[in-house]
Structures are given as C-alpha cells and as structure tokens.
C-alpha cells in the first residue's frame, strides 16, 4: 500500500504557528530547515524551560557544529545574567552525559572512580525567587556534603592510568534561584544536592584530564552570572554597535569600523580559551547588528571551524 504525504494547508500552519509555545522566527525555516513539527519537538520536548526562539536557535547551531543529534538532547538552554548587558540571556551548555561521551570517544578513556564526598553539614538559606506571581520572600535549610570528588583517568602510560582529580566545593558550585538577587538554591539543588554536586565534580575532573574536549556544562553555569572575566564577554559597554550609513548596512561588503575589529579580535581569542563558541554568538547578536554583525558571526564561524579542524587532527594522531 502506497502512503501518500498530505501537503499542510496555510490554515494549518497558522493555526500551528497560533499554538507554538514559542513562535518559529522566519530564520529557523530559511537559515536552518526546521519545519514546523520539529519546532513543536525542540520547543515542548527538547528544551522545555527556553523562553526564546533564540535560545533554542543557539542550540541548533550549536549541535550542528559539533556534529549532535538535537534530539537526544545533548545540550541544554541555560539562562544566565549578564553583568555587561544588564539582563538575562539564554546560554547553551553541554550536559555532562554530553562532556563524558565526548572524552569517551578521543580513544583515552580509562575509567572513573567512585565519587568521595565530604561531611554533611546544613545551612539555611535566605532570598528572592522568581514565582509566577512576581519575587517572593522565602527561608528554607538544605543539607548537603560539604564537597565532592572524582578521580578520571586517561590512557595508559608505562602501563599505569594517568589520574586527574578535582575537588568541587557544594558552597561555590550550587544554582542560585535568584541569580544576582538570592543565595537560595534552585529546586533541582535542593532536592538532588549530592547528585547536583556529583555532575559538577565529574565535570571538573573530566576537563582536567581532556581539556582539548571538554567544556563547561549545564549544571556547573545554571543560575550563574556571565563575568567579564570568566566567559569570552568584552567588557565594554552593551551599547549596541551600528553602521552609521543605513546604505552600508545592506550592503555585506560594507567597511567594518576598526573598533569593532578590535573587539571581535578579543572576543575569538576568550571563546578559543574557553570553548564557548555558542555564548560568543549570543553576544555578537545582542551587542551588534548590521555591517558589524555580519563580520562578527563571519568571523566567529571561520575560528570555531578552524578550532574544530584542529581539535580533529590531535584527535587523528
């Protein structure tokens, strides 16, 4: 029996476009190729908690630069506050399922051991969280191991395992609720605070003995603030950078201000530090437009591609 495909009709894909949680921006259809279905998937399957088509664009790009299944879900959308910018952003993180397959995969995983934990001890914890309601006023004790840690090998040199183990503290690592405006601890801290720490101890060990592959990862940056200094965020002002001709700013061969060169410079050289290749797009697209825009995310593919070859040929030899 021969199953024929019903084209959607235009008032079928308004009335899906009236029900999307989040409505596709023109660009997810064009630029990437998503069709309306698999949006209703990213948006209420794959990453439920976004809040922007932005965020969930990141994590296509994302996950097709490196060469991920979106749909297993191996990145996560990460809201974080930006000191530079004065608000909130979506970030795209890896989760730690994603970090440790990725160290499987180089050929010189060696194993894991079983995770140390240090003495329980209670704190309560004052602040603001963020309810449908508005800011809400709470008091609440969390008890939790004082720290973790992991011990991951890798290869085998003279016939021994090369161990690396870090020590990540509950106290310095946990998501804050509020971020910038509460110390209380997300629900997920709250309900799972060794396995919480335990991902963030992986994690940390993990990039210790596979710092060419492993990144950051969702657990260890949600509820976190973006540091000038920590993440490849210049730390000049978030003033939006313009052509000053609306002519040039349609016109892609248009000359780029030396300004912007200097900062994009900067920019590529904090993202091939610290991998993180998606929140330098999502600055790009929040500080620039135009003319400025375009070099910038030109120039940010260009050295994540270049960073990707690179990373391909260590592997290879």
Do not use: N
């Amino acid at each position: 029996m021969t199953i024929r495909k019903r084209a959607a009709s235009p008032a079928g894909d308004a009335q899906a476009l009236a029900l999307a949680r989040i409505p596709p921006p023109e660009e997810a259809r064009t630029e990437l190729g998503l069709d309306l279905g698999t949006w209703k998937v990213l948006t209420e399957s794959i990453f439920p908690s976004a809040q922007t088509a932005e965020g969930i664009l990141l994590a296509v790009r994302y996950c097709r630069a490196r060469k991920l299944d979106i749909l297993r879900r191996p990145v996560h959308v990460v809201p974080m506050w930006s000191k530079a910018l004065g608000r909130e952003v979506e970030t795209v993180w890896p989760g730690i399922a994603e970090v440790q397959t990725t160290a499987a995969r180089t050929g010189q995983w060696a194993g894991m051991d079983a995770p140390r934990f240090g003495p329980d001890q209670t704190r309560t914890f004052r602040g603001r969280v963020k309810r449908d309601e508005g800011w809400e006023e709470i008091q609440l004790s969390v008890t939790y191991p004082a720290w973790c840690e992991v011990t991951v090998y890798r290869g085998v040199v003279q016939g021994s395992r090369c161990p690396f183990t870090e020590t990540v503290w509950w106290d310095e690592t946990y998501s804050r609720a509020g971020g910038i405006r509460s110390e209380v601890p997300t629900d997920m801290w709250v309900k799972r605070p060794r396995g919480q720490l335990l991902k963030c101890a992986k994690a940390a060990s993990l990039r210790a003995a596979f710092p060419e592959e492993a990144d950051y990862t969702a657990e260890e940056m949600a509820g976190k603030v973006i540091e000038a200094d920590a993440l490849p965020l210049p730390a000049e002002s978030a003033e939006v950078i313009e052509a000053e001709d609306p002519d040039a700013a349609a016109d892609p061969d248009a000359p780029v201000p030396a300004e912007v060169r200097d900062q994009v410079e900067r920019l590529l050289l904090r993202a091939a530090k610290a991998g993180a290749w998606g929140q330098a797009e999502a600055y790009c697209r929040s500080r620039f437009s135009g003319a400025a825009l375009r070099f910038a995310l030109k120039a940010l593919a260009a050295a994540e591609a270049e960073a990707l070859r690179e990373k391909a040929e260590r592997q290879a030899a």
